[in-house]
């Protein structure tokens, strides 16, 4: 069965640092995807970023980076030099059944709760 | 904006009553998904429809059911309501199994 690990539960932070948000993740299967998603205090799940198991490029995006490691199952986020408004729940999520195609659901993490402080 | 519709945003009701939940996918997105995040539980995934049929089911209770409708529309039935039942609901939709999902803004759910 698939499970998503992200043993941090709380980060806090003061504005322009750097912050990365782990995860590690479990599956059987050879070909999946993972997900991170940012929600806000205003309560919306807001998507971020997807990446599948054959890609292992890691990507910059403005502030935000991602770090996917296949060899220890593990998919990072890296905000760079962090503000106010990242201050949010963080969840990576893992999404397999390439063969079952339409019934892959997404497994969530629990979740990181980031506080960025002026 | 995600284009996912949820309604309503909020719901207070009572133990024992029953409730529907209503959401309206992306334009052109088959595949609904349901998903409860409770502050113990995080995020569970409850059923997924796609194109009107069942596709698969996790922890949904018995007392909980869903319908996904000709015009793509969704509805999760919470019947016989407890306390527990008290969270936040989600729909997502998503054009293919491999494309992100996309949530609604989620129904807030308080059973006094």
């Known amino acids: 069965a698939q499970k998503v690990t992200q043993a941090q539960t709380e980060i806090s932070v003061v504005e322009k640092e750097d912050v990365t948000l782990d995860c590690v993740y479990e599956?059987?299967?050879?070909?999946?995807?993972l997900f991170w998603y940012k929600q806000p205090p205003s309560g919306e799940l807001v998507f971020l970023i997807r990446?599948?198991?054959?890609?292992?490029q890691n990507e910059i995006s403005g502030r935000y980076s991602w770090n996917f490691q296949k060899s220890t199952s593990s998919f990072n986020f890296t905000i760079t030099a962090s503000q106010v408004v990242d201050s949010a729940v963080y969840f990576c999520?893992?999404?397999?059944?390439?063969?079952?195609?339409?019934?892959?659901?997404?497994?969530f993490g629990k979740g990181i709760t980031l506080s960025v402080r002026p | 904006d995600s284009g996912v519709t949820q309604t309503p945003k909020h719901l207070i009701t009572a133990t024992g009553q029953r409730v529907t939940l209503r959401c309206s996918p992306r334009?052109?997105?088959?595949?609904v998904y349901w998903y409860q995040q409770s502050l113990d539980q995080g995020l569970q995934f409850l059923i997924h429809?796609?194109?009107?049929?069942?596709?698969a089911k996790g922890n949904i209770l018995e007392r909980f059911s869903a319908q996904q409708f000709p015009d793509l529309h969704s509805e999760l039935n919470l019947s016989s309501l407890e306390l527990g039942d008290s969270a936040l609901y989600f729909c997502?939709?998503?054009?293919?199994?491999?494309?992100?999902?996309?949530f609604g803004n989620g129904t807030r759910l308080t059973v006094t």
């Open positions: 999520a893992l999404s397999e059944g390439f063969f079952t195609g339409a019934n892959s659901k997404l497994t």
């Open positions: 599956t059987r299967d050879t070909t999946y995807y």
């Open positions: 997502a939709s998503r054009s293919s199994y491999n494309s992100p999902l996309h």
């Open positions: 429809y796609y194109n009107g049929e069942e596709r």
């Open positions: 334009s052109g997105d088959l595949s």
């Open positions: 990446r599948n198991s054959f890609d292992e």
